[in-house]
């Protein structure tokens, strides 16, 4: 009875050991894909310009065009705006007592 029981266990261990074997395969594909990959990417990044020469190159394509959104204009619309954004042309002219 016994080495019934010591043949069971036996088969099981193995079987759980080919399970092991197997994840432990499994997980070493995946790692060593993963590496791949790493070194493509690595392998791009050499290959690649400095990034701030892009966004120099990038800004300054940007600052040359207009907005095409906003209107250009070369002074104000109409020069009586003006008056409410500046301060008074008088010192003692001003005589509001808000507060």
């Known amino acids: 009875m016994q080495s019934a029981e010591l043949e069971r266990v036996g088969s099981a261990a193995q079987a759980a050991d080919t399970r092991g074997k197997h994840r432990v395969t499994a997980e070493l594909k995946r790692l060593e894909q993963e590496a791949r990959f790493?070194?493509?990417?690595?392998?791009?990044?050499?290959?690649?310009?400095?990034?701030s020469a892009a966004c120099?190159?990038?800004?300054?394509?940007?600052?040359?065009r207009p907005d095409p959104l906003l209107p250009v204009t070369n002074g104000p619309l109409n020069p009586t705006?003006?008056?409410?954004?500046?301060?008074?042309?008088?010192?003692?002219?001003?005589?509001?007592?808000?507060l």
Request: hydrophobic fraction near 35%; proline fraction near 5%.
């Open 56 to 64: 120099k190159e990038l800004l300054s394509n940007v600052e040359s």
């Open 81 to 98: 705006w003006d008056r409410w954004f500046e301060g008074p042309q008088d010192p003692s002219g001003c005589r509001c007592w808000i």
């Open 38 to 51: 790493l070194e493509e990417e690595l392998e791009q990044l050499e290959k690649m310009e400095a990034a």
